[in-house]
C-alpha cells in the first residue's frame, strides 16, 4: 500500500464550478499536510500548508485535514482557467515527505 | 518562505556526458532534496543532502550516477553522470523550512534535461 493515495484525473471542470481534490493515507505519523500547484513546465509552488486536523481558507481555497479517516481535501471556490494545473497533496512527519502523484485539473472557460 | 534558483533552466546534452546543476537559496537552510520529475509523473526523491554531512540516497539511486555537494548551507550541487536517454527529466531542488524546520518543502523552478 503507497504511503499517500490520490487520483491522478485528468478532470475537468466548467469555470465557476467548485473543485474537489482529495489525497488518503496510511501512515497515522503523518502531522503536516500540504498541496502544491505546479504549472506545466514549471516547479511545483506551495500552496496550502495544515498542521494537524482542521480547516484552513486561504482566498477561493480550502484545505481539510480529517486525520481519523486519514483523509485530506482541496477546495477551489469558483474554479477559474488560470487553476488548470497539476494539484500535488504532501504530508510529512517532520523527518520524512511523501507526495502523491497529482491531480491534473483543467478549468474551461 | 525560501526564494530558490536553479542553473541551468534546460540543457540538452549528448549520452556519455555529465551535467551539474546548481542550487541556490537566499537564506540558511539545513535540508535540502534533490527530485527527478518524469514527464506526466509525480516526484521521485534522489537524495537528501545536509550540509557537513554526505548525501543520503533513496533506493534506486546510487552516489556514482547521481554525486551531489553540498559547501554550504545556500548551495547545492547534483551531478548527472554519464547520460543516457533515460536520464531526460526535470530536475528539482527543494529545501525544507517551517515552524520545526522540517515540516514543509519550497521547490526550484526546475531544470529540464534533455538527453540525445
Known amino acids: 500500500q503507497k504511503e499517500v493515495e490520490q487520483d491522478p484525473g485528468p478532470l475537468s471542470v466548467p469555470e465557476g464550478a467548485i473543485v474537489s481534490l482529495n489525497c488518503t493515507y496510511s501512515?497515522?505519523?503523518?502531522?503536516?499536510f500540504m498541496w502544491y500547484r505546479q504549472y506545466s513546465r514549471k516547479g511545483p509552488e506551495l500552496l496550502m500548508y495544515?498542521?494537524?486536523?482542521g480547516n484552513k481558507e486561504d482566498g477561493r481555497f480550502t484545505a481539510q485535514v480529517d486525520k481519523s479517516s486519514k483523509y485530506i481535501s482541496l477546495f477551489i471556490r469558483d474554479s477559474q482557467p488560470s487553476d488548470s494545473a497539476t494539484y500535488l497533496c504532501?504530508?510529512?512527519?517532520?523527518?520524512?515527505?511523501?507526495f502523491g502523484t497529482g491531480t491534473s485539473l483543467t478549468v474551461i472557460p | 518562505s525560501a526564494v530558490i534558483s536553479q542553473k541551468p533552466s534546460r540543457d540538452i546534452c549528448q549520452r556519455g556526458t555529465s551535467l551539474t546543476i546548481q542550487c541556490q537559496v537566499d537564506?540558511?537552510?539545513?535540508?535540502m532534496f534533490w527530485y527527478r520529475q518524469q514527464p506526466g509523473q509525480s516526484l521521485t526523491l534522489i537524495a537528501t543532502?545536509?550540509?557537513?554531512?554526505?548525501?543520503?540516497?533513496e533506493s534506486g539511486f546510487v552516489i556514482d550516477k547521481f554525486p551531489i555537494s553540498r559547501p554550504n548551507l545556500t548551495f547545492s550541487t547534483l551531478t548527472v553522470s554519464n547520460m543516457s536517454p533515460e536520464d531526460s527529466s526535470i530536475y528539482l531542488c527543494?529545501?525544507?523550512?517551517?515552524?520545526?524546520?522540517?515540516?514543509?518543502?519550497?521547490f526550484g523552478p526546475g531544470t529540464r534535461l534533455t538527453v540525445l
Open positions: 527543494s529545501v525544507a523550512q517551517g515552524r520545526a524546520s522540517t515540516d514543509t518543502q519550497y
Open positions: 501512515n497515522s505519523a503523518f502531522q503536516y
Open positions: 495544515t498542521y494537524s486536523s
Open positions: 504532501a504530508m510529512s512527519t517532520g523527518n520524512q515527505f511523501y
Open positions: 537564506s540558511q537552510v539545513t535540508m
Open positions: 543532502a545536509n550540509q557537513g554531512s554526505e548525501a543520503t540516497y
